[in-house]
């Protein structure tokens, strides 16, 4: 993994939230609001993958989408660069954007069935107005082949595709426009695990090869812990843990990371942790628990949980940890 080069991020989220409401009745009046991301801190350093981890409904997905303001943040700031890009409108939108772009989880939804795929990669040239029509076209055929995609492809439509390389299509149109920042979302959880591996060491060498920096969503701790070098794990709309993959897979802190961790198969019996089956369901993330978020499912709660939430404290070396007892569950 390569190390960043400054310590001065890429981007920043101070205070995110992300709310929906829920609206009612024949006047549709707001009763109540859905808190999909509940209060975000983080910071992306250049040339650095950081992995955001937690299971489905946490929240994750929806923070990666606000981060490029695919949507709207309800409140907080989120930096680019330095430069805050929370109401920027119009053509200062559209410059951003240039630099920050998305890949998306389901290729066959989120590839034009009328386009043809080299149309679909070049894109985004023709949205930012550059270049000529054959000089777009030639800029398409160029990323394909980095993305291991023949020119025989352009002319085919996605529905004619597999799905690894629909999924490559999603990635070349995402670096087209030679972006700093890509969001992966939930790349490699819709296919065969062979192709998992392929489509993963695929990023890992574009990365390399670009110069990019990756926030890489999934649910699969494995997958994220291989690829990145820092890792959040979120929990009901909120970050409960933040350390280095090495750290996070040798000293978890939260329960809740101790859970997701047990659940990782290890072929090493040494290395092998016991199985932590939560009690429960994830609550409603329109009314979650007093407290901590976590408590309702904690193994180790106890009544200060459910009447103080924890702040994202650090522990030393940059791992934090938002717990009133870190690091005394093991399983």
């Given amino acids: 993994m390569t190390s960043p080069v400054t310590n001065v991020p890429l981007l920043e989220a101070r205070s995110v939230y992300k709310h929906f409401p829920v609206r009612r009745g024949l006047l549709q009046r707001v009763v109540a609001k859905v808190r999909a991301v509940d209060g975000v801190d983080l ?10 981890v937690g299971e489905s409904g946490c929240g994750k997905s929806t923070l990666g989408r606000t981060l490029v303001r695919l949507l709207e943040p309800t409140s907080g700031e989120i930096r680019f660069q330095g430069e805050a890009i929370t109401r920027l409108q119009g053509r200062e939108t559209k410059r951003i954007r240039r630099d920050m772009q998305f ?8 590839l034009n069935p009328r386009k043809t795929i080299g ?5 985004g040239l023709l949205i930012h ?23 025989a492809l352009a002319d ?17 149109r995402a670096l087209v426009l030679e972006p700093k920042l890509v969001i992966a979302d939930e790349p490699v959880s819709s296919l065969d695990v062979s192709i998992q591996s392929q489509v993963l060491n695929l990023l890992v060498d574009l990365r390399q090869r670009f110069g990019l920096t990756y926030l890489f969503i999934a649910h699969n701790l494995a997958v994220v812990t291989y690829i990145a070098d820092r890792v959040a794990v979120m929990y009901l709309g909120k970050v409960v843990e933040l350390a280095t993959s090495e ?15 047990s659940a990782i198969p290890d072929v090493m019996a040494a290395r092998r ?13 329109m009314s979650p628990p007093s407290g901590c978020h976590f408590r309702t499912r904690c193994p180790i709660a106890q009544p200060i949980c459910a009447e103080v939430e924890p702040t994202l404290v650090s522990g030393g070396r940059g791992h934090s940890v938002a717990c009133h007892f870190p690091g005394t569950f093991s399983g």
């Fill in 43 to 52: 910071e992306i350093l250049p040339l650095e993958t950081f992995g955001l």
């Fill in 103 to 110: 890949i998306f989880q389901d290729s066959a939804t989120s």
């Fill in 119 to 123: 149309e679909i990669v070049a894109e």
């Fill in 129 to 151: 107005n550059i270049g000529t029509a054959r000089e777009r076209h030639s800029r398409a055929l160029e990323i394909m082949n980095r993305v291991g995609l023949g020119p």
């Fill in 156 to 172: 085919r439509y996605p529905q004619e595709c597999s799905g690894g390389q629909r999924q490559r299509v999603g990635i070349a």
């Fill in 247 to 261: 750290d996070l897979l040798l000293n978890p802190l939260h329960p809740y990371t101790v859970s997701l961790l």
């Fill in 273 to 285: 942790r016991k199985r932590v089956i939560l009690a429960g369901e994830i609550p409603s993330p």
